[in-house]
């Protein structure tokens, strides 16, 4: 069974970076889309971008488009999301998620992945 495990969060100054990688010990994450989701204090788990496995398709959130970019890294297993300019209103719980999507062109949501990581705390603050 996939169990996605989060890394690399932390807290940056606004306009900072930051580098999320997920991983799983035991299964090649190429097989499967990800999800990374954002849960900010007070409010609902939310998309944040997603790939898939089988056309290659990412999406993103409209909040971060040209600033984040999700890329798969076949050597490391890992599906690292690299946070650029990053914004107070970035901060949250980072959470990964598997599933078996096809394609994101039209977008994914929590009910797409059934496999979710603990989740890694990124503070946006001055």
């Known amino acids: 069974q996939v169990q996605p495990v989060e890394s690399g969060g932390g807290m940056v100054q606004p306009g900072g970076s930051l580098k999320l990688s997920c991983t799983d010990a035991?299964?090649?994450?190429?097989?499967?889309?990800i999800g990374w989701f954002r849960q900010a204090p007070g409010k609902e788990r939310e998309a944040i971008s997603c790939i898939s496995a089988s056309d290659g398709s990412k999406y993103y959130t409209d909040s971060v488009k040209g600033r984040f970019a999700i890329t798969r890294d076949y050597a490391k297993n890992t599906v690292d999301l690299q946070m650029n300019n990053l914004e107070p209103e970035d901060t949250g719980v980072y959470y990964c998620a598997v599933g078996r999507l096809f394609t994101v062109l039209g977008g994914c949501s929590r009910s797409d992945f059934g496999s979710w990581g603990q989740g890694t705390q990124v503070t946006v603050s001055t």
């Open positions: 035991g299964e090649a994450l190429e097989h499967y889309a």
